[in-house]
């Protein structure tokens, strides 16, 4: 990139505007990268939804049956705390279901349940697989490759994101850490991060789905019950990826949502107004 001159000192231009500071456009992300990342909504909504009523027929995690209700699963026992405790639930009819109820198709759906989360299973790989031919074609996976100097880094970005709303609050400036790469430190991370859980989440599902025939692999997981211990914390990394991801773009403003549907970046000064 050249460097921007000074009229003053060519003599050459006649203008007597001043020189701002040149704000480059840059490509961001792939045609695919952008289709499969937005294809990923409507997918893992389906996903969890439908596996949660899938775990509502064989809960992972048991207690023995409370001699008042014979209730034995702890997501149940999670719902009824909710009933008891929040106000306006106290007179809801089935406290133990409150959580399939509202945070999946719903008890007893386990036949539906299959289907959708096996239709989403499909497409979630289908998908996956655009997205890396996204990432190739366009060289965005050198973008995810981690860095020596990303501990740090991360940190740096953490402590930023964490202060940006009291810095909102007291009125006073929170600047933005400087990085010269696609992604930030805590951005790579993650983005590194999740493809390689949703390889896991793919494998372990597979060998719930079809234990004898993949006998293998689910030993590989410590066998089917640890396999599904396995799958059910991944659908949680997720989860747990989703929200602060949607948070932190709001937080990071407006060309981050557009890079992802346009595909392009308007935040790219030369290296000297960066530096500045």
């Not at 040149?22 to 997918?43: E, K, M, Q, Y």
């Not at 909504?45 to 699963?73: A, E, M």
């Not at 705390?81 to 106290?90: D, E, K, R, V």
């Not at 996204?134 to 100097?149: D, H, S, V, Y």
Request: with cysteine.
């Amino acid at each position: 990139m050249s460097r921007s001159t000074n009229p003053g000192k060519e003599g050459a231009s006649t203008s007597t505007l001043p020189e701002q500071p040149r704000v480059l456009v840059a490509r961001r992300h792939h045609l695919l990268v952008r289709w499969s990342h937005w294809l990923n909504v409507p997918i893992l909504l389906g996903l969890v939804l439908s596996g949660i009523s899938i775990y509502w027929s064989s809960p992972i995690y048991q207690h023995k049956p409370d001699p008042r209700t014979g209730n034995f699963d702890v997501a149940a026992d999670i719902g009824v705390w909710i009933c008891a405790h929040m106000p306006g639930l106290y007179h809801y009819k089935n406290p133990p279901d409150w959580i399939y109820t509202h945070l999946s198709l719903g008890p007893g759906m386990l036949a539906s349940a299959l289907r959708l989360h096996w239709l989403c299973a499909y497409a979630f790989m289908l998908n996956g697989a655009v997205y890396v031919a996204g990432l190739i074609a366009g060289g965005g996976w050198r973008g995810l490759l981690p860095r020596r100097t990303d501990l740090f880094d991360a940190l740096r970005m953490f402590h930023y994101y964490v202060g940006v709303p009291f810095a909102k609050l007291a009125r006073r400036p929170w600047p933005h850490p400087s990085f010269n790469t696609k992604y930030n430190a805590l951005q790579r991370t993650a983005y590194f991060s999740v493809p390689l859980a949703g390889g896991l989440s793919v494998a372990t599902g597979w060998a719930v789905h079809k234990p004898m025939q993949f006998h293998w692999l689910a030993a590989i997981f410590g066998g089917f019950d640890t396999a599904r211990v396995w799958h059910f914390w991944l659908m949680w990394v997720f989860i747990l990826f989703v929200v602060p991801h949607v948070i932190l773009v709001f937080v990071d403003g407006w060309d981050t949502f557009r890079g992802m549907i346009t595909g392009w970046s308007s935040r790219v000064t030369p290296p000297e107004v960066q530096g500045q």
